[in-house]
């Protein structure tokens, strides 16, 4: 069988300050809200040693975190009229945005690249709102990012510029992998999969458990196995060179009991028509949520 890959030595702040993909910038980069999204990307940013200097954040309810790098010198809630961003990162709720985003107007225009992470919301309005010929990126991330294992799809409008890209592309690769696609309509769809499929996950493992417990299991037994399970597939899926099929293959004993459980979860009406509905409402969810 071939040897996993090993996992990458995470960054430490201070190995990557001064030569990581982040260190060459003017700044200021604003955030703006740092709530569960927001704050795991500037966490990211500070691993990769941003000078916290050169960051500006506005949140109207910081979290103890964030206020703490306000000491370290990250400018929290500062009037925004005066800021000249290299980027805006927008990481607020997409049902907030036509509030809180048109005040936020002047920070574009000073040839800075507009980063939305917002569910739904499209190019064509963040250059409603910032302005026609704004440099925008729209980009969907998912919460692995907390610990830098994201997966973040984007796209960018003409007006962003090879060198806006790759600042985008620095910002977002922060909190892991990022890759970009040409057409936006895409978006929706991979909101569906990878933004919001980590809750699919971490339903496989309630729902594993429920099922351990209607087997006969004690409840603690039965949520501690389905969690490993999960958590231990999905590191050898990370680590491994083969693909989930073979994985899947290499579990299942002809004849045996992953055959017996695959026959229900494969069946005509099994887990790929489920799949099927509930990506096509997360995808037709995203595109209500344009607006
Ligand atoms: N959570 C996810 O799994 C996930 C994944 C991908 C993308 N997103 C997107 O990221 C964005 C943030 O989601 P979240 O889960 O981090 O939500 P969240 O509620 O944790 O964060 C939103 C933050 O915005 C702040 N905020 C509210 N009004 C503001 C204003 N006027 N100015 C500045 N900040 C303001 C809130 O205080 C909060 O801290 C959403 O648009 C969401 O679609 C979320």
Redesign the pocket.
């Known amino acids: 069988m071939p040897q996993p890959k090993s996992d990458p030595k995470p960054k430490t702040r201070a190995a990557a300050a001064g030569a990581g993909p982040l260190a060459g910038l003017k700044g200021p980069i604003v955030l703006?809200?740092?709530?569960?999204?927001?704050?795991a990307l500037l966490d990211g940013w500070l691993r990769l040693g941003l000078d916290p200097r050169k960051i500006v954040v506005?949140?109207?309810?910081p979290?103890a975190d964030v206020a703490a790098q306000a000491i370290a010198g990250l400018r929290l809630n500062p009037d925004p009229a005066g800021l000249k961003p290299e980027a805006v990162v927008?990481?607020?709720?997409?049902q907030?945005?036509p509030?809180?985003l048109p005040p936020l107007a002047p920070l574009a225009g000073h040839g800075g690249v507009m980063i939305?992470?917002?569910?739904?919301?499209t190019l064509g309005f963040l250059t409603q709102v910032f302005g026609p010929g704004t440099a925008a990126v729209r980009a969907?991330?998912?919460?692995p990012a907390a610990i830098g294992r994201g997966m973040t799809v984007a796209v960018a409008n003409a007006a962003v510029t090879a060198a806006g890209r790759t600042l985008a592309q620095n910002l977002l690769g922060a909190t892991g992998k990022v890759d970009w696609v040409a057409e936006e309509d895409l978006i929706d769809a991979v909101?569906a999969v990878s933004?919001?499929g980590?809750?699919y996950v971490f339903l496989l493992a309630e729902s594993l458990a429920r099922a351990g417990v209607a087997a006969g299991l004690p409840p603690d037994l039965a949520r501690k196995i389905a969690r490993e399970t999960v958590a231990g597939a999905g590191e050898l899926l990370y680590r491994s060179p083969l693909d989930a099929a073979t994985l899947r293959k290499n579990v299942t004993s002809p004849g045996g009991t992953t055959a017996a459980a695959l026959d229900v979860l494969m069946a005509a009406d099994g887990l790929d028509p489920l799949l099927e509905k509930a990506i096509a409402a997360a995808t037709k969810r995203s595109r209500e949520?344009a607006g």
């Open positions: 703006v809200g740092a709530g569960k999204m927001g704050g506005l949140e109207p309810h979290s927008l990481a607020v709720k997409p907030t945005a509030e809180a939305s992470i917002m569910a739904g919301r969907m991330p998912n919460t909101t933004g919001s980590p809750a949520l």
